[in-house]
């Protein structure tokens, strides 16, 4: 017999009043992967999370963390967890170093064991030199660092990250990218929420797709991508009169479609004669596409195949138009 999940939940339902947030969800990560939870504004990710981290109850189904089950062994669950949220819950009059180790207290370690712990995790995080520093002198992206930090000075086996890059500058994003593959390197399971489509496809082994409180995709992002299509023919249009008629003509098959842009997207096998055979199709006259590129599928493509809504695609600051052109971001509740 396999080993126990990490995270299972069958029929996880939660409404609001007569909102349905989750709608029978299913989830199951195994241990020592990293998991992501995508989906637009108002999908139900915060939600599972609460749920998931004994923060609210469910109206039905069955869930279990770590073993345990979260509405019986709640306290166990809380032991055995750790949530970092998209604000940095720290004391700013404290230092770093006082900060996990008042985490660290409050997990039952001695005043000396503590000591040690807050000073490995915070040379773990490099934030060794700021570790006399008060919080209120550390940049946005050292406090999400210090807040995982002190998140894991009880060694938890899930790690649950919720939108943890969110408002970080491209570098510190990156060191958090760093940061999270190293808590898998190390045996955490890690179960992420995020509104950035790259995250996900960076640091995910498997990704479920959430939308209006029902899991509709789940796999690999490879896997996930192959389903929509191995590659993109992207398109960029002579003018406005011109997308006009292309989007019409390609229908639900568009992917990716931006009409301030003038580019939409249709899918191909990547093959000379395949990327031919559309530009003949769509572009009969060789007057419509100003020019073209052939790209892998994106999760973008993968949310707009199975919702039929495309994200709002904002480049990150400082970023190459390589990198704008992969990042889509969503928003969550």
């Known amino acids: 017999m396999g080993e126990r999940p990490a995270v299972e939940a ?22 020592g992967s990293a998991f992501a939870l995508l989906g637009p504004n108002g999908a139900g990710k915060t939600t599972a999370v609460r749920v998931l981290t004994t923060l609210t109850r469910a109206d ?60 490995t995790l915070l040379e773990r995080f490099g934030l060794g030199q700021a570790a006399g520093r008060r919080v209120a002198t550390y940049s946005g992206g050292m406090r999400r660092r210090l807040d995982l930090a002190a998140g894991l000075t009880g060694s938890p086996e899930v790690v649950f990250l919720d939108e943890p890059t969110t408002g970080l500058d491209p570098r510190s994003r990156r060191a958090m990218w760093d940061t999270v593959s190293g808590l898998v390197d190390d045996g955490a399971t890690v179960f992420l929420t995020t509104q950035y489509l790259e995250e996900a496809d960076r640091l995910a082994h498997r990704v479920a797709l959430l939308d209006e409180g029902r899991i509709v995709a789940e796999g690999t992002p490879a896997e996930l991508k192959r389903r929509v299509a191995g590659q993109r ?41 395949h990327v031919r055979a559309l530009l003949d199709e769509l572009d009969p006259e060789r007057v419509a596409v100003d020019r073209f590129a052939v790209h892998g599928a994106t999760l973008d493509d993968v949310f707009l195949s199975l919702t039929g809504r495309a994200a709002t695609k904002t480049p990150r600051e400082g970023a190459t138009d390589r990198d704008a052109h992969r990042e889509t971001e969503y928003a969550d509740v």
């Open 233 to 273: 023919l992207e398109l960029t249009l002579a003018d406005a009169a011109a997308y006009e008629t292309v989007a019409a003509h390609l229908g639900t098959r568009a992917l990716g479609a931006d009409r301030e842009a003038l580019t939409l997207g249709v899918a191909t096998d990547g093959h000379a004669a």
């Open 60 to 119: 039905a189904g069955s869930v279990r963390v770590a073993g345990f089950d979260v509405v019986r062994e709640r306290g166990r669950v809380r032991r055995a967890i750790s949530l970092t949220g998209q604000y940095a819950a720290l004391d700013e009059a404290q230092t770093g170093e006082e900060n996990v180790r008042m985490m660290a207290r409050l997990n039952g370690l001695s005043a000396h064991r503590a000591r040690e712990r807050a000073r």
């Open 10 to 31: 069958e029929g996880m339902t939660k409404s609001y009043g007569t909102a349905k947030v989750l709608d029978g969800v299913g989830l199951r990560v195994a241990r």
